[in-house]
Structures are given as C-alpha cells and as structure tokens.
C-alpha cells in the first residue's frame, strides 16, 4: 500500500470517527455558555431556571457594545449561529438595552463593555427566545444582575410575541424588543429586582422540561 493510500484511509478513519464524536456529544445547555448561569440566576425564577440548565439551547448569538449613558453603542455581533437568521433580533435588544450600573467600580478611562446574549430554544411547534447581558471585564460574570429576562415566543410564518411581566420597578423600562439589567456588587443588592410576568403557558418540546412563563 502507498503513502497516498495510506494517508486517504487515514483520513477517511477521521472522518468517521468524529461523526460519530460528533453524533455522541450530549446537547448544549447553560454550562456550555460562558457567563449563563451566573447571568440568568436571578434574571428568571427558580423552577425556570432549573428546566434551563437541562434544556437543550438550540443556537445562541452573542453582542458586544460599549456602555454609555447606560446604554450601548457600537454594538456587533460577535457570534452567530443558525445561519445570522437572529443576529438582527440580537442586535436590536442590544441597541435598546437599557443597563443601571450600581458597582462602586472606578470610572475608567474607556466605556465598559457588556455582552448581549441571545438564546434560542425549540418548543413544540414554536421557538422561545432568551435574552440577558453582562459586562464584559474581569470579574463580570460574578456581578449581581437582576431584573426580568427578555422572553418572546415565535411560531413559524408568524412575528415574536413578548412574554412581559405582571409589574415593573420605577426604573425599569420594559417594551416589545427592550429591557434592563441593574448591576451590582455581591453582597450590595441595590437593584430592581426580579418582577413577576405574566401567566403565559408555554408548551414544551420533548426535549425542554416544563414550565410557565410565571415560573421565570
């Protein structure tokens, strides 16, 4: 057998061997995006929160902006999947997030910068979308974010429906593609909070474990 011949095997091997890798791998979930966890503890309720850390997250788009005037400029997409067929949406939650910033961090020389996240799950027959942000620094995933996630739910050939909450704080702004976020230190809970929403009953996939849009 020749070098040439070899080398083809060899790859043909490969390449069977990481689809089945591939084919093998447990789905994504919370733990495989850096900062989720942290982020979304107190962003939704605690039932919520449990089913998101075993449901699988079907794709996931991240936006980097600079904080001023406790909103975003300059923000693009920075990762993108399911063909950048939500980067849009992400970008726009970005340019309309709304952050209060309550660290007693130094004013630094240069905007912070946060991270708008955007997940995307399969439920039945519709999609729901996640969305929260945190800074984007050293130490910004240990940070105390509160307020209510954004949350819509979209069935095919049919515009997003926003998941709102029963009630906001003062300082809250809340709208269609638009929420905040206050930041504070650990152990100096000064923030909005985590509001209640609305009753709206989503009906899982197979894959996602139950839950109400109360249970956020």
Known sequence: MNVSMKNFLAALLLFFLSRQFVAAAPARN???IPGARESLLRMVGPKFY???LISPVEGWIVVR????DNHLQGA?????????AYDPLAL???KNLVVLDYTSLPTA???RRVLVYLLIYQIADARLAISFAHFDDVGGTQLRYSGAAWMAV???NSPWVTIEPKRLEPRERRGPRTYSV???SPGDPIGNGRPPIASTQIQPSPNMVTHTARDR
Do not use: D, F, M, T
Request: hydrophobic share 40%; charged share 20%.
């Open 92 to 94: 726009e939650l970005a």
């Open 65 to 68: 902006g600079n904080l001023v």
């Open 182 to 184: 206050a930041v504070e």
């Open 30 to 32: 919370l733990n495989a």
């Open 76 to 84: 693009k997409v920075v990762h993108s999947e399911l063909n950048g």
């Open 154 to 156: 979209q069935k095919p």
């Open 109 to 111: 020389i240069h905007p």
């Open 50 to 52: 449990r089913s998101l």
